[in-house]
């Protein structure tokens, strides 16, 4: 199957898993709109790659976490590209790695609004656009960390434990309306915000997982592919992790 015809906004798509999605999506035909925040050099090389290789692509500036941003980045790529089919909420929301006991809230409050906040306003500034087709997928990235702890990452976990549940809320809800709303939970997966893991971490990682490897962007971004490209599943969180906490 292709993604011919379709339009895709990925967040936060200037590196890392939603560059490598963008990509992805564009490979299989999909018109796509690399959205950034703030590195736009970056985002404008993944647009020139993208055309280099024959495929359909603009960058579109905004913070994920902020309404008016988004609605003005949704009616952008509506204009230009036309109306949206796929959305990949994949924007990283930065957050402290500390334990429990000294986590700020206002750290803890600023990771799980922003996640929710860039869910939420992404769907509502994008479901329309779907609905005028009674067409359209959503794809989360969550985290296997919202089920399987790790030090330092409550606020993380949370927040992604949270998005699942909304995933599974707006897959029942929009369903009926023809749009289909999954989540894929990468586990450690080498991307800038993993740059600065120890890498002993690292390799125990890879050893603890049946694949015997790290993650790569590229992983991820095939299994939101093969999702979009599914036309039954929804509701459903897909683990990208080699296999880690699987068995
Ligand atoms: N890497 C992992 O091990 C791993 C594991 C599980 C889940 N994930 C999830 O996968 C997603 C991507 O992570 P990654 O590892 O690819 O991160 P990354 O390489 O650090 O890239 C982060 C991306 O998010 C964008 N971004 C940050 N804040 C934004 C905002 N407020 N609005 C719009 N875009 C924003 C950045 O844009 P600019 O550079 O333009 O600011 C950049 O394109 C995240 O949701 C993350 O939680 C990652």
């Not at 919202?146 to 929009?174: I, M, N, Q, T, Y």
Request: proline share 4%; aromatic share 6%; net charge neutral.
């Amino acid at each position: 199957m292709s993604l011919n015809g379709n339009v895709a906004l990925v967040t936060g798509a200037s590196r890392g898993i939603g560059a490598a999605t963008a990509r992805a999506l564009a490979a299989r035909g999909a018109a796509v709109a690399v959205n950034y925040f703030g590195s736009e050099a970056a985002a404008q090389s993944v647009v020139a790659d993208i055309r280099a290789a024959g495929g359909k692509a603009i960058a579109v500036k905004g913070d994920a976490r902020d309404r008016a941003q988004v609605e003005a980045m949704a009616a952008e790529v509506k204009a230009q590209l036309g109306p949206i089919g796929i959305l990949v909420l994949n924007a990283s929301i930065g957050f402290p790695m500390k334990g429990f006991l000294d986590y700020p809230w206002d750290a803890f409050e600023a990771k799980v609004l922003g996640e929710m906040g860039a869910a939420f306003h992404g769907c509502r500034a994008v479901v329309p656009q779907m609905l005028e087709r009674k067409s359209g997928s959503i794809v989360a990235i969550t985290s296997g960390l919202a089920r399987d702890p790790g030090w330092g990452f409550c606020a993380h976990s949370a927040a992604k434990a949270a998005l699942e549940g909304l995933v599974r809320a707006l897959a029942f809800e929009l369903g009926p309306m023809g749009i289909r709303v999954n989540a894929v939970a990468p586990g450690l997966t080498l991307t800038d915000a993993t740059a600065n893991l120890p890498e002993k971490h690292k390799q125990a990682a890879a050893e603890h997982t049946p694949l015997r490897r790290n993650g790569q962007a590229e992983d991820v971004a095939e299994a939101v592919a093969g999702l979009l490209q599914t036309g039954f599943v929804t509701g459903a969180t897909l683990p990208v992790n080699g296999g880690a906490h699987t068995f």
